[in-house]
């Protein structure tokens, strides 16, 4: 987890094969397992850019502030 944002997907609303996120992001922030899954290690690189939470169409992103 990032010490100034969480970034969360919600697992049962995201569609797998949409990539959406994946392919949106311009700091890589997502990556592809199975399911699109964060990437814990880069997630204060994230620049509340929001494209990732207009685009999902599953509206299945959150980020959070911490601070």
Known sequence: MGRFIRITIDDSACIAECRICVETCPVE?????DKPVVRESEEDECTLCELCLQRCPADAIRIEKLY
């Open 29 to 33: 922030i997502f990556t592809e397992k």
